[in-house]
């Protein structure tokens, strides 16, 4: 009987999850744009980050979720410093 072997085609280090732009509460963001207030109170701040398969903040930054984004906010000035899809957490199973 022949040994049979699934080789997954979806493999996330492959993807790329990162965003340029996305749009949270109707209002369209790019990378270096000042985000809202409400993302640097501690209920916005994800802690967890590694369990949402995002990469360790930069230092002197955190992550946090816009609107089906997850964003990387620098505490300094406000600004978004990175972006990524929230399929980062969720992959998509395309076939």
Known sequence: MPLMVCASTHNDEQRNYDLKNF???YHKYN????APDINFTPDYE???WRIRHLPMPQ???FWSYMDGT?????K????I???????IFYPRMID
Do not use: E, F, P, Q
Request: a positive charge; proline letters at 0%.
């Open 81 to 87: 410093i990175s972006a990524k899809s929230s399929d």
């Open 46 to 48: 994800i802690k967890a």
């Open 76 to 79: 300094s000035d406000h600004r």
């Open 31 to 34: 990378i270096g744009d000042i």
């Open 59 to 61: 230092a002197g930054a």
């Open 23 to 25: 749009t949270s509460n």
């Open 70 to 74: 997850y964003v990387m906010l620098r």
